[in-house]
Nanobody, 123 residues
Framework: VQLQASGGGLVQAGGSLRLSCAASGRTFSSYVMGWFRQAPGREREFVSAISWSGGNIYYADSVKGRFTISRDNAKNTLYLQMNSLKPEDTAVYYC?????????????????WGQGTLVTVSS
């Protein structure tokens, strides 16, 4: 599967952005999908993940209550709605796909990765 993330940009603190991840190739609905991010000078970290049906969702504590992950299997697209953005949310955001049914926060358990989209939150 090929993944293409988009929707990043520059936003002021308190603002919102919605990231999208378009998938092509094998059946999108068969994958667990996740979002990860990498801030400058830091390691890539887990943000959120969603099961194939959307019924099982995980969030990192740092984004819980502010970010919402969702997917549209008919459109082969994953989303991340980001509200109340903070400067510490500044990072390159990556979408990833995992073969299997278990939702996981561990990045090496994801098999396919998109190219990343940059989110910059100014104070």
């Amino acid at each position: 599967v090929q993944l293409q993330a988009s929707g990043g940009g520059l936003v002021q603190a308190g603002g919102s952005l919605r990231l999208s991840c378009a998938a092509s190739g094998r059946t999108f609905s068969s994958y667990v999908m996740g979002w990860f991010r990498q801030a400058p000078g830091r390691e890539r970290e887990f943000v959120s993940a969603i099961s194939w049906s959307g019924g099982n969702i995980y969030y990192a504590d740092s984004v819980k209550g502010r970010f919402t992950i969702s997917r549209d299997n008919a459109k082969n697209t994953l989303y991340l709605q980001m509200n109340s953005l903070k400067p510490e949310d500044t990072a390159v955001y990556y979408c990833a796909a995992r073969i299997g049914v278990e939702v996981t926060t561990i990045q090496y358990q994801y098999h396919y990765w998109g190219q990343g989209t940059l989110v910059t939150v100014s104070s």
